[in-house]
Structure formats: C-alpha cells, structure tokens
C-alpha cells in the first residue's frame, strides 16, 4: 500500500540506504549508474516525481533515492559559474586576435537561460504565444552571470503573466526616449492647461510660476523673464526624478510669507507631473501606480503647514447692515464715476468683478448692452462661477443708471463705468480709492468696509436677519453657485420674480425708504490717518 504526497508515491516503508552518485558525473553517467550498481532499490511502483514539487520531499529520502538524483542532475540549474563565464569571455578574445572564429553554441544555464558564443551575449529561450522568442540580457563582458539571472527570471515572469518581453523593453526603450524635464513638460502642459482658463491673468500667473517667463516676447525677439523664477531647481530634472524632497525645496522658501502663491504653485507643479506621467512623458513610470510628490493630501499636508495655522482668514470688512443707509448717503454725496459704480455694487449686492470686468473676452465689464432699462434687467454674460446671471433691478438703480445716461456721455465702447482712459474699463483701484476719500473726510474709520465686503456681505446678513425669504432665493440674488450636484441637476429656476422683490426691499432699506432699522455711523471724535 502507498500513499501520495505532493504528486509523489511513496512506500509505507522506509527505503533501504543507496551510495551516493558522484556529483562531479555528466547528468548521462548518473542516469546509467542509477540502472546499474547503484539500483538495488527499487519502488514498488513507477516513481512520479513532478519536477516543480521535487523540493517538498523530505531531505533523507532526496539523498538516498537514486532516482530523484538523476533527475536533480539531469535537470540542473544555475550550472553556469561567473568563473567559467570569465574564461570562456578570454577564449572568444583570444581567437578573435589570432583571426580565428569560434565555432557557434549556446551554453546552457538552466531556467531558459544561454551564453551565446562567439556573441558572448546573455539571451534567454521562451515561448511565447506558441512563438519561440528570445530576449537578450547584454553582454558577458558588461552584465555577471548574477544579472543575466535576475533578468531572466525577469523575463520568465513577463511571459507567465501574458506580456511579451522582447515587445515591452522596445516599449519602455520608446518611453525612455520621450522623457522629458520638468521645464518642457511645463511647456508642453501650458497649451492645454490655458485653453480652460479664464482670463489673461491667470494665463500670466501659470507661465511665470512654472518656467519663470511671461510667455511674452521683448523687441529682440527673446522671452521676457518674470520678476521670481520659483521653479528654477525643477527645470533641468527629469520628470521621474523629481522626489519629496525636491518639490519642498521649491515650497519651504515661500510657504510662510506667501501662502497664496506657494499653494497655487504646489497644485501646478502636482498637475504639471500627472500630466506628464499620464501622456507617458515621464520615462516608464506605471501611472496607476506613480505617486506624486506634490499631491498634499496625505502627503504634503504632514510636512507643511495649513494656511489656518499660518494666518487667520481675513474677509472682506464691511459694516453692520443697520448701517448701511447712512454710509449710502454719504456715498452718494462723493463725486465721479466711481462713487457711482460703488451705489450700484450695493443696489444689485454684485460682485465688483461683474461691474468693471475680469476679461474683455470671458467676463467683460458692465455694457450698455447689457441692460434693458424697460424690464427691468441686467444680464451679466459670465460671472466668477462661469454661468450667465440675470439681476433685477430696482427702482433706485434703474434712477441711478439714467442719471448717469445724462451725466456721463456715453463712451464708444459702451461700457457702462469707464475708466481714465477711452474704451477701457474702470480699475479696481478707482472705488478703493473713493473709499479711502471717505476714510480721509472722517466719514467712515479706516479698515471698517471694502466695495465688495459693503455690497455683498451687508446685502447677506441683512436678507437673512430681516426677511422670510428663502435661503436660496438670497444665494441666488448673490451669484453663489450650488454645491450639491444633485440640486443643482435638478434646479430649474433662478427664482427672478422672488429675487426681483427682495432686492427692491434691499434698495428700499439701503436708500432710506424703510429707516425702521437704521442705525448712525460710529466714528471716532478724532482719527488721524
């Protein structure tokens, strides 16, 4: 009776002891002497011994089985010795000085494993697909033994996981060559990276943060330089190379003092890799498996500080609603166009951005056009969330922009607020400016309100203290798009009718129609700026 073991049939009984088999015998003298002296023992069936499980029989048993060491022998790996190699490398030389030609053969390894002479090359012999391919793993004179092996077996695990490994290294050789630095992959991501960005400015500020140019041309026909080169460490190193460590030498420098700046630019530098690495430009890093050293959750986060730790955030200052029909008047009392736009900031609770414009192109100032007087609506093209914005005017701003019709003559351009120059709109700069008129004249204190800060967050507190109205109807009168997909797929409206009385109730408070809750200025009795 037998019992089986790891594809083995073995005898109950232990077998009897075998002289050993010299080892230092070619594989086909141990075969021989395995039938002849060293045979007394015999299984009492064929013996069944997968080569592949040969190695989870028990050692005693191994040795005293003649069988089992023929096999070992005639299936031998690794017979090859970095010794032999290094003569056989001297022999080929030797005859090639003495203009002789060795003659051609493979010397065996073991595992697919050859030394090709004359070549004196590494290759190994695979199927693959039914195909005999046979990759090469350099040349003895360069590669050890120790290497081919490691290749090979390189190799041989490629071919058992479907993946042919001649084809792959000519991929990762085309891969290799296309690598590029992180300087020309920020050239080569800049193009489509600007085609989805809003305005020039931001165009400007991802040229000259990432290559340290304006992307401009001066009279000589050279790249104009920006004033910080932030990146310049990056530039010449390739993409795969680029680690933690450097990506931290660009940030610490600037992460305290400009946070603003030094976070944009890890986000940049973050998209500028993956973008690399994604396009195969970055030599043969696997994408799914890449690890960006820029990324910040997880990463970044523990080795530099949150902007909350650096400094506190600082929102747009603006008054206490209550004191809003004061602060209008006094307004309204200041001289220029300037002080204009600032009353209708207010009256329509807009952004001072949709006013005077970010871009001629994608968001442009406030136009003629863009007002219908008769329904009465202003239609902002695009705003900041980069939708298009119906706001409803009231009965004091529609009184405000014909005033204006008759005081300012219109401009070719048809904006609306006008700046020093013909055809170009008004800067931000020109309402601060009335501001700080109002500052200088001890009508408001100094640091107490800013253009956007009294047109949106007094119009904000004021809706949500001293109305019913619905919070979505005041997020809308604000422009603020919907942070949850769902509602906003299934939003139909932009509540206008709703909107339009709200803000009629605004323009009503902030002119002094409804003076139930107005509130005077605080000022100081005497402030020196």
């Known amino acids: ?20 088999i010299p080892r230092h015998l070619s594989p086909s003298t141990q075969k021989r002497l395995c039938h002849s002296g060293f045979s007394h023992y015999r299984p009492p069936q064929a013996l069944v011994v997968p080569r592949q499980n040969s190695h989870l029989l028990v050692g005693s048993m191994v040795g005293s089985n003649p069988h089992i060491i023929a096999r070992d022998a005639m299936y031998k790996v690794h017979r090859l010795t970095q010794a032999r190699v290094d003569r056989t490398v001297k022999e080929v030389n030797r005859a090639r000085e003495a203009g002789q030609v060795a003659k051609s053969k493979l010397v065996a390894d073991g595992n697919g494993l050859y030394l090709q002479i004359p070549e004196l090359s590494f290759i190994s012999r695979l199927r693959f697909a039914g195909r005999r391919i046979e990759p090469g793993h350099g040349s003895a004179r360069s590669v050890s033994l120790t290497d081919a092996r490691a290749a090979n077996e390189a190799a041989r ?24 630095t992180f300087l020309e992959a920020a050239q080569a991501f800049l193009p489509v990276i600007e085609a989805k960005l809003k305005n020039a400015k931001s165009r400007y500020q ?57 976070s944009r630019l890890r986000g940049r530098i973050e998209r500028v890799l993956s973008w690399a690495v994604r396009q195969g430009k970055a030599g043969n890093i696997d994408p799914d498996r890449y690890l960006n050293p820029a990324r910040w959750d997880g990463h970044l ?39 204009r736009a600032s009353q209708l900031a207010i009256l329509t609770a807009t952004r001072t951005g949709d006013l005077r414009g970010v871009d001629r ?169």
């Open 361 to 529: 192109e994608e968001r442009p100032p406030m136009m003629w056009d863009h007002l219908d007087l008769t329904a009465p609506t202003w239609t902002v093209p695009k705003t900041k969330t980069s939708v298009r914005h119906r706001i409803p005017l009231s009965d004091a701003a529609v009184a405000l922009l014909k005033q204006l019709q008759q005081d300012h003559p219109v401009d070719k351009s048809g904006i609306v607020f006008v700046g020093d120059k013909p055809g170009q709109p008004m800067s931000n700069g020109a309402m601060l400016a009335v501001r700080d008129r109002m500052v200088e004249a001890g009508l408001i204190a100094k640091g107490s309100a800013t253009p956007h800060g009294m047109a949106r967050a007094g119009f904000k507190s004021w809706a949500s203290e001293e109305t019913t109205f619905e919070k979505d109807v005041i997020e809308a009168c604000l422009g603020h798009a919907i942070s949850d997909e769902v509602e906003a797929a299934y939003r139909r409206t932009d509540f206008y009718r709703k909107r339009a009385k709200l803000m009629q109730a605004w323009a009503d408070f902030v002119t002094g129609r409804d003076r139930s809750k107005v509130v005077p200025l605080p000022l100081p009795a005497k402030t020196k700026f």
């Open 206 to 262: 991802w040229h000259t943060t990432l290559t340290g140019l304006t992307g401009m041309i001066d009279a000589d026909g050279k790249p104009v330089k920006a004033k910080h080169n932030y990146c310049a460490t990056l530039h010449p190193i390739p993409v795969a190379d680029i680690t933690t460590d450097l990506v931290l030498a660009v940030l610490n420098p600037i992460w305290s003092r400009k946070y603003e700046t030094a």
């Open 301 to 339: 986060e523990h080795a530099l500080s949150a902007k909350a730790k650096l400094h506190e955030v600082a929102h747009h200052a603006a008054l206490h609603y209550s004191q809003m029909p004061v602060f209008y008047a006094a307004l309204a009392k200041q001289a220029g166009l300037a002080a």
């Open 157 to 180: 695990r490629k071919v058992a996981k479907g993946t042919n490994p001649v084809i792959a290294r000519v991929l990762a050789r085309a891969r290799a060559s296309t690598s590029l």
């Open 1 to 20: 009776m037998a019992f089986k073991r790891s594809g083995v049939r073995l005898p109950l009984a232990p077998p009897k002891p075998s002289p050993a």
